[in-house]
């Protein structure tokens, strides 16, 4: 079989995290890597088999790796099919992403690792990883074979959406999960506190008639995890924080010491508890949205790097799942597709600089998994987004790839459209002309 043809990408604006260089640069693919990189707009000499494409001064940054995607495969695949996520990413630029182990059956077996990178293999338009279950059935019971799943490709363990109420059987999680250099991700909560809640609780949710958690549940379980890291030595990822109590006790764990790294959702960063509106159950996620003062929060310790890392929280589900009154809906949202384009919104309003926005979605996770991606360097896999900065995009969820279009971007206004995606020096994804 002939070998595809080199490609070289010129006249971009290359963003690379790596080198923290942001501007005019060059740079060429090929055999399914990154060949060499230009701090110029273009090469000199390119031999006559290259393949030129004109970036036309357009974005080139490493492609997105999203820690947080979930699927319906296996059990529920009229959600979302491992490939229908992969193709959704691809059109969103994001080229590696870990799917979570709340599935049916759930991940909390070596063998449906094994199930999940065999399907994973046959899709080319994006890297799939996979997460395992922290315990059996994510019950928050019995530990799940964290060991043998680690050897199956388990690249971290997570109970999802369920916090682990024991704290003797999170700490066994966590002294186990060290013992294989694994690191153990945990929403913090204190699920006594929030349970049926669907909203904040405040002034906004109590006049809506809805039921609540006190945001402080945020905290209390924070604080235990962070206490059950330090005595473990365990690496702790902190699932999806969303508020200024909680942030402070994450700044105060890092000066510790503590082996500690924290996600922020796009969702939680773009939107605040007023979003709900009129019952809008497309803004029904879990956590559910906060305050404005506690986004203003995140978006700061973003730019600051108290928070690493940007997920989508990609949560699917289908229409009947959402059309249902606000307390009764299905929590979260589609977000593949629009984590990119709402994350531009901090650069064009100044808020974090482009570099650390490309960071937060491609090294800094690439770090956290151990895998060599999430650069421009020679040698680094050429996995690529190119982007127009300045494209305007109207989120319509109707059109998005993804099987579900529950997503809470619907109608709002973005810039930056996704131009071509590339996974391994293929192009997986092209926008129409």
């Known amino acids: 079989m002939a070998r595809a043809r080199p490609i070289a990408f010129q006249n971009a604006r290359l963003v690379d995290p790596e080198s923290r260089y942001d501007g005019p640069g060059a740079l060429v693919v090929k055999d399914g890597a990154i060949a060499d990189v230009s701090k110029g707009k273009d090469f000199s000499a390119l031999s006559g088999d290259v393949q030129v494409i004109d970036c036309g001064g357009g974005l080139l940054a490493p492609g997105l790796i999203d820690l947080r995607v979930k699927t319906g495969e296996p059990g529920s695949e009229t959600k ?32 449906v690792v094994d199930f999940i990178l065999r399907r994973a293999r046959d899709i080319e338009a994006a890297n799939i990883l996979c997460a395992g279950a922290a315990t059996k059935g994510l019950k928050g019971g019995e530990i799940a074979e964290i060991g043998l799943m680690r050897e199956a490709g388990c690249v971290y363990v997570t109970d999802v959406d369920h916090a682990v109420v024991d704290s003797r059987v999170l700490r066994r999680v966590m002294a186990y999960a060290r013992t294989f250099d694994m690191a153990v991700a945990h929403r913090p909560s204190d699920p006594w506190l929030t349970k049926g809640a669907a909203a904040t609780e405040g002034e906004f949710a109590g006049r809506l008639g809805l039921p609540t958690g006190p945001v402080m549940a945020e905290r209390i379980g924070l604080e235990r995890d962070l206490a059950l890291a330090e005595l473990t030595g365990a690496r702790l990822l902190v699932d999806q924080i969303t508020s200024a109590g909680a942030l402070e006790a994450l700044a105060r764990a890092k000066a510790r010491g503590v082996k500690v790294m924290a996600t922020a959702s796009i ?3 773009s939107f605040n508890e007023l979003d709900i509106g009129d019952y ?4 029904r996620l879990d956590p559910p949205l906060r305050s404005e003062d506690d986004r203003q929060a995140l978006i700061e310790a973003l730019a600051s790097g108290l928070v ?3 997920v989508s929280a990609h949560a699917p589900a289908p229409a009947e799942d959402k059309r249902l009154p606000y307390d009764e809906a299905a929590p979260g949202g589609v977000g593949l597709e629009t984590l990119l384009p709402a994350l531009l919104a901090f ?9 650390d926005l490309i960071r937060a979605v491609t090294l800094a996770p690439a770090r956290f998994l151990g895998i060599n991606s999430g650069r421009l360097a020679p040698g680094a896999p050429a996995d690529l987004v190119l982007c127009d900065l300045g494209a305007p995009v109207i989120i319509d969820a109707d059109r998005l790839v993804s099987k579900s279009k529950n997503s809470p971007f619907d109608g709002r206004r973005l810039q930056g459209q996704v131009l071509r995606t590339m996974v391994a020096g293929k192009v997986v994804f092209r926008a129409a002309e």
Do not use: C, K, Y
């Open 347 to 355: 650069h064009h309003d100044e808020r974090v600089p482009l570099i």
């Open 280 to 283: 809008r159950t497309f803004a």
């Open 308 to 310: 690493d890392i940007v």
């Open 267 to 269: 969702n939680h960063l």
């Open 80 to 111: 979302e099919t491992l490939r229908s996520a992969a193709l959704a990413a691809a059109a969103g630029g994001v080229t590696s992403f870990v799917v979570q182990p709340d599935t049916d059956p759930a991940v909390d077996d070596p063998s």
